[in-house]
């Protein structure tokens, strides 16, 4: 197993830290090309899915097996953990939607965690667009928009999944699914060791290998994510928040959140403009 010290970097996007509090992020090609030279260093997304449209320029995309220079227009499936890069021709054209893979979960049984590549299509186009539509304006009941547009998108971008013949890869996807169902259960190493029918051991090897983390900080970066995300998006209390996340105490949510996010609660559910309840 390789030494996770010597892996591709982890991000949430390209160049940033861990925590993805939004329901998804969309932006142009350019908006975060230009700023690197129009190169991205070969890297990984953990728990993070991501939908790419090229529409015009020059693209080449970065694998672990190599270079693979893409025909435009094209639209690619790129899943959570895949290695992957860029280098593209200046004024490169395009949208990338980066989506926590919980948003997706119920296309996991049709191809969600390989990658894909599509030609474009009018309606992935238009998908596309009306995503970045979307997520600029705040209005209305914007995540329940947000989730619905890009689980269309996926249906067009996904086909049958093969079967997994990675054991960690496996492991870790059974993995991520029962921290999606029982983060909030208060499950420790060994319940999700137990119920994945493996050690504490290895299920931490697998996980650091991976996440590059520990299974319990696996757990936290989720609650972590759920717990911005109801904050940016629901008008729900910061106590109601904090025990349906499985926290009995109130103020260490608050201590935990504060420290992953560094501020507190109320200010973050202030920094996006939801309502100060609770």
């Not at 299920?203 to 759920?226: F, I, P, T």
Request: hydrophobic share 40%; net charge positive.
């Amino acid at each position: 197993m390789d030494n996770p010290a010597k892996r591709t970097p982890a991000f949430a996007l390209f160049g940033e830290g861990r925590i993805f509090p939004d329901v998804l992020h969309c932006e142009d090609i350019n908006a975060r090309a230009h700023r690197h030279g129009w190169k991205i260093a070969r890297h990984r997304h953990p728990d993070l899915h991501q939908f790419f449209l090229f529409r015009s320029g020059d693209v080449t995309l970065r694998l672990a097996d190599g270079d693979r220079p893409l025909h435009l227009p094209v639209a690619l499936s790129i899943p959570s953990q895949l290695e992957h890069g860029f280098i593209f021709e200046a004024g490169t054209e395009g949208y990338v939607v980066t989506v926590p893979v919980d948003v997706l979960s119920d296309l996991a049984p049709t191809g969600l965690r390989r990658f894909q590549s599509r030609a474009e299509t009018p309606r992935m186009a238009s998908l596309f667009a009306a995503i970045a539509d979307r997520y600029a304006d705040r209005s209305g009941p914007r995540d329940l928009a947000l989730r619905a547009l890009v689980v269309a998108l996926g249906c067009d971008l996904v086909t049958a999944e093969p079967s997994m013949t990675d054991p960690a890869a496996t492991l870790y996807a059974r993995f991520e699914d029962a921290v999606r169902t029982h983060a909030a259960d208060g499950w420790r190493v060994k319940d999700y060791a137990a119920h994945l029918g493996t050690s504490s051991t290895q299920l931490n090897r697998v996980v650091r290998h991976q996440a590059d983390q520990s299974v319990m900080g696996a757990v936290q970066a989720h609650l972590l994510g759920e717990a911005a995300r109801r904050l940016a998006y629901t008008r729900q209390p910061v106590t109601t928040i904090a025990y349906d996340l499985g926290f009995s105490d109130p103020a260490y949510f608050a201590r935990v959140f504060r420290k992953g996010m560094g501020l507190s609660a109320r200010d973050y559910r202030k920094s996006f403009g939801a309502g100060a309840s609770g």
